[in-house]
């Protein structure tokens, strides 16, 4: 029963070992890739990473991190405006005292809550308002005189997304409301979607009348959409929604004599003529929904 535990013993100890010889390797790992300075990987010719870094690290080690787009897990420890907080290690550890990192997040919808872990993506530089100013394309900072002087050489984390425990990024823009003309032309998109489906299940049947309301309903609907981007001074699209609708009755007049092929090939070319048109003035917003541009 000795033996036995003996060599039970000594396997977990084998297997103790392998992972605190894994762990090590890990670690030596992060931190050979911390002390890499920016400049040094893109000699390397390395492509741009996401660092995962702690406040503390930030704090002590500025020269290591200036200029990297890092990801930092923090406490919240003050708001200091409605675009800057701050944020800090854990302050149960003496050890990390002093390490708050100014966080400026010209997006900020809402303050993170405080005392509460976040997780900050961002750029890491150092506070110049001027500076700071032409990284964030101009936006509205919100520091006042007090935060500058406070923070001022040291390093700051730009932010383009802050991530509270309830998984929302609280420096998502939302998109603005649509306006009326949007959501009627939503509405045209969803009929010519649900007709096009119905239209191609009625050329694989080679149902003539089946066909017949489908092409009649795109045919209204790409004759709104015309008219929506002449209104908006889209000539392109303005002229592929024509084409769509001469397609539509194109299809229209070839089931009906039952030239099926004829069909299927106008057919082909209505989904062409509207690919074209998503591909060039459709663009998805963060929320999921689409709106359409008004140039390329």
Known sequence: MRR?????????HVILRGRHVALAAAVLGLVTAARSTPEARQGQGAAPTLVPVAASSIAKFPDTYVGET????????????PTAF???????HPAAAGTDVLVIVPTLQSPPPVD????VIG???????????????GKNLNLSADIIAQYQGRPVLLATSVIDPKMDDLAKVPPPPMSPEEVAFSE?????????????????????????????????????????????????????????????????????????????????????????????????????????????
């Open 70 to 81: 890092v990801s930092m897990m923090a406490a919240v420890d003050r708001i200091l405006s």
């Open 123 to 137: 750029k890491v530089l150092r506070l110049d308002a001027v500076e700071i100013a032409k990284e964030a394309g």
């Open 188 to 296: 045209v998109m969803k009929r010519v979607n649900a007709a096009s489906g119905a239209l191609r299940t009625a050329l694989g049947e080679s149902a003539a009348d089946q066909v017949t309301p489908q092409t009649t309903a795109l045919a209204a609907a790409f004759t709104d959409a015309e008219a929506f981007f002449k209104a908006r001074g889209i000539a392109e699209a303005a002229g592929w929604a024509a084409e769509a609708r001469a397609q539509a009755e194109a299809v229209q007049k070839a089931a009906t004599s039952g030239s099926w092929e004829t069909a299927n090939t106008a057919a082909t070319a209505l989904t062409q003529y509207c690919q074209r048109c998503h591909a060039g003035y459709r663009v998805r917003m963060e929320d999921g929904t689409y709106r359409v541009k008004s140039d390329r």
């Open 116 to 119: 509460t872990y976040i997780t």
């Open 86 to 92: 701050s944020v800090d290690q854990d302050k149960a």
């Open 4 to 12: 036995d535990d003996t060599r039970s013993g000594s396997s977990r």
